[in-house]
């Protein structure tokens, strides 16, 4: 057992407890809105990765496609979301953000990067792209790893 | 808004598929064995923290009290932990390893290292290191931000 691989199971360990920690903090935010936790992380995939079908969204956020497509179901009743036929694939239509979907991402982004600025004052730049590249190498890894998704 | 918050964003944004994706990966591993994930946590928490008391392992996690309690229920069925009186609290025992215990959580925990091994080789040491600042600094600002916890 090699210190190195010790040290990034340390840093794997964070996960769980800050994956929880911050779901909790984003649905005090989200208390009261149209907007939910699982819709919220699908608009950001359309403003980060563009307009896509649901089986890319699915890969993306590691949801099954049925979830995604609920979600997609209920941005779309809110106008946060359009659904356009995809030149590639007649069955698989491409969703699309709307300006009203942007707008309502957006106002919950900006309150997120001031709690990032909060905390981000507390580290380096340059551990937080480290961090970026381990963290990324990680989830590529451990994609191989658990096999064929459902999307 | 700063980069720095707005790459330290990038950085947690890897955190809800990489703790999806290692749960199945963990999950898998267990499939067929009594111990199950949750409990393979509270046995590492007793491993790292030595013996506490059930309030101090449903912090440490981020689980309810009452759902610690049940695993550590089920793992005193199996023999993997004790409860023993705590001088300083009456009513709250400490909840100890036994041999069997230890000897289950180091199995698991080999393997596990195993594949930290293969995922380890394709970052840099001070990369981990810089990862391990970041994650724990989040960590502790966001239970921060998260207010009182139930334990």
């Known amino acids: 057992m090699s210190r190195k691989s010790e040290r990034l199971y ?8 800050i994956h929880q920690m911050s779901a909790q903090v984003v649905t005090s935010q989200l208390a009261g809105r149209a907007i939910t936790m699982p819709m919220r992380a699908v608009l950001e995939r359309l403003v980060v990765g563009g307009e896509q079908t649901v089986p890319q969204l699915a890969r993306a956020l ?40 942007r707008t309502a991402y957006e106002a919950i982004h900006a309150e997120e990067l001031d709690r990032m600025d909060h905390i981000a004052a507390g580290v380096s730049s340059a551990d937080i792209d480290a961090c970026v590249r381990v963290l990324a190498h990680v989830a590529a890894e451990l994609r191989a790893m658990a096999g064929p998704d459902d999307a």
Chains 1, 2 share one sequence.
């Open 62 to 101: 590691w949801i099954t496609r049925q979830g995604v497509q609920r979600i997609v179901d209920d941005a779309k009743e809110l106008g946060y979301v359009e659904a356009r036929s995809n030149p590639g694939h007649k069955r698989s239509h491409l969703i699309t953000l709307t300006s009203r979907g």
């Open 10 to 17: 340390d840093a794997i360990r964070y996960v769980r407890p």
